[in-house]
Structure formats: structure tokens, C-alpha cells
């Protein structure tokens, strides 16, 4: 702020009314410090200035219609999201990673000056999976212990033997998004040392020279310098995991039904394709049907295995040469 008015004094000539200083009282501040406190502020760290409509969208449906939610933009990429219940502001808080268009929304409690401050707004969290582990070393005390080098670990997650992903642990962890990602890490094991790479889940934007969240590598004012030997880019796309769009479930044998995608169905103690049994809804036998394709079927296989004469037809139907013979 102060840095502002002083820009403001340096370029502008001010009148007297223009230079005079209007005196708050605290009590002055009492209504609005009451609202504020009801309320979260949202910081969208990168490059794209995100669309307010966007982001009122997003703030009601990822948290599930918060009961009086209302949003204001502060500034570009900036907005506060008042929500006077504390549990679900709380929840909301706890919740995340909150990725809207590839960029990480990095939430706080409202406190004076906060929206302008800039560190406040430097740890978020995000999943981590950790690979090459042992998989006599997939536990939750050794996940914890590993996520010491992150700023904070605020869960261990062991996926379930048998998955199709592969033998990983997940964390869920608090990064300093100023810091480049974390390629992974080493670790000592009966005096040997066993490399451990991290690959981010839901991963927001950042850039592949430097490894930081926020900016692209176009815009990088500060790229790793590459020695000799060394990969051209230190940092890129193998460090994210593709395919999946949530946090990973807590319960993994948990599955969404997709009636459209459903082929079979039982219908009287046999199974039946439910395309054939739409037609079978619909007025058309499927047992006529099943008769008919049958008897095309028998009927080509009599005109294959019929020799065929002078003329190219098979002699039951030389008679029918200068007609149509339907199929």
C-alpha cells in the first residue's frame, strides 16, 4: 500500500483537498471487519486471468452450493468467497487441491491485509505419488517420514494391491509453489541408496525450465542452467500423472455405475444384448429376427458351396438372370 501511494505522489500533482488525509477510527472498521470475517480469500496463482462468472461457477459446484455463498473479485485472479457458516468455510479450507483451468486456487482465511499479501499465498496443497519404493516399504509411517521434505504431509494414502496403476503410495502434502516441484527423492536403505520419483496428480501449470507452479517456460525469468550431459529441460510432462481428473478415494472398490455402457441383460433367465432387446421393445420379434439372419446366413452358404456353371450363376438360379434377386 504504501509502495502505491508513493508511485500516486511521484506522478501525479495533487490538490490540497486531493493530499489531505481523511482519520479512521477503529470503531469505523467494525462493520466491515465483522463481514470480512465470515469470509475465505482465493488467490489463483498463473498466467491466465481467470473469468468471474468462471469462478463463481466453479466455487458453487466443487464445494458442493455452500449455503449463502457470495463472491467478489479484489483484483485480477483475486476474489473473496463469503460464506457465513465456519464449518463449511473450514471444510472448504481442508479440502483441494482446487484446480480451476490447469491453475491452483490457493486458499485462506480473511485477516487485515491479507488479499495484498503475497507470501500468504505460497502453500497449497497437492497429491504426490511416490514411486520405486519397496513393497515392503508401502506404509504410512515410512509415507510420512518420505513426505518430511515437503512442507507438510496431511495424509498417507497405500492404494490396494492388485490395482491397475502399479505398486505407489500417495501423499497428500503442502508445497511452497515459489519453490520448484520436487522431482523425487533418495533414500538409504541398508547402506544403499534407492532413488524415489515423485509424479503430481491434478498437477496445476508450471513451467519445465525451472520447475515453479504459476508460470509458463516462455515466460521464465529464471531457468535452471543446463551443464554439459545434462537433459535440456530438467523439469517436464513425466513428472504428472494422466488420466485422472479426482483426489485419489479412500475407498478404491468404490465404483460409479454407467447404465449406458451396460451391453448385457437378463431377461427370462437368459442373457440378451439390449440392442436386441430395444428392437424387441420396439415391436420386432428377436426370435424373428434370430431366424431371419439365420436363413440369410444358410442360404449363403449354399450359394458358396454350390459349383458354379457356365454363365456365373449357380444352376437353381439361372432362371432368375434379368431379375433383381433380393439379398
Not at 491452483?104 to 505460497?122: K, P, Q, Y
Request: glycine residues 10%; charged residues 30%; neutral net charge.
Amino acid at each position: 500500500m504504501e509502495e502505491e501511494l508513493v508511485e500516486v505522489l511521484q506522478k501525479f500533482a495533487l490538490s490540497e483537498k486531493e493530499v489531505g488525509s481523511t482519520l479512521l477510527d477503529l470503531g469505523d472498521l467494525d462493520e466491515g471487519i465483522i463481514e470480512c470475517q465470515g469470509s475465505i480469500i482465493g488467490k489463483i496463482r498463473g498466467e491466465k486471468i481467470a473469468n468471474f462468472t468462471g469462478v463463481k461457477n466453479f466455487a458453487t459446484l466443487a464445494w458442493s452450493y455452500p449455503k449463502g455463498l457470495r463472491v467478489a473479485e479484489l483484483g485480477p485472479n483475486v476474489f473473496q468467497f463469503t460464506i457465513p457458516d465456519a464449518k463449511e468455510r473450514e471444510r472448504i479450507l481442508e479440502g483441494g487441491p482446487w484446480i480451476i483451468d490447469n491453475q491452483i486456487l490457493v486458499l485462506r482465511n480473511w485477516e487485515v491485509g491479507i488479499e495484498e499479501d503475497e507470501d500468504a499465498f505460497s502453500v497449497a496443497p497437492i497429491w504426490v505419488q511416490v514411486w520405486n519404493l519397496p513393497i515392503h516399504c508401502l506404509s504410512k509411517a515410512i509415507g510420512k517420514k518420505v513426505g518430511t521434505i515437503f512442507h507438510e504431509v496431511k495424509e498417507v494414502l497405500i492404494p490396494q494391491s492388485g490395482g491397475k496403476e502399479g505398486k505407489h503410495m500417495k501423499l497428500l502434502v503442502l508445497i511452497d509453489i515459489k519453490q520448484p516441484l520436487l522431482r523425487g527423492t533418495t533414500i538409504q536403505m541398508n547402506g544403499v541408496n534407492k532413488w524415489l520419483s515423485f509424479k503430481y496428480e491434478r498437477c496445476p501449470d508450471f513451467c519445465y525450465s525451472c520447475g515453479v507452479i504459476g508460470h509458463s517456460e516462455k515466460n521464465c525469468k529464471f531457468p535452471v542452467v543446463v551443464k554439459k550431459g545434462q537433459y535440456q529441460n530438467q523439469y517436464g510432462p513425466w513428472m504428472r500423472v494422466f488420466g485422472g481428473r479426482g483426489s485419489p478415494q479412500k475407498d478404491s472398490s468404490q465404483k460409479i455405475w454407467m447404465p449406458h455402457k451396460q451391453v448385457w441383460k437378463v431377461r427370462n433367465g437368459k442373457m440378451i444384448r439390449l440392442e436386441d432387446l430395444e428392437k424387441q421393445e420396439k415391436g420386432v420379434g428377436l426370435n424373428e429376427n434370430m431366424d431371419l439372419s439365420r436363413t440369410k446366413e444358410v442360404r449363403g452358404r449354399e450359394i458358396q458351396n454350390h459349383e458354379v456353371e457356365k454363365g456365373g450363376l449357380p444352376p437353381a438360379d439361372r432362371e432368375k438372370v434379368g431379375r433383381i434377386i433380393p439379398n
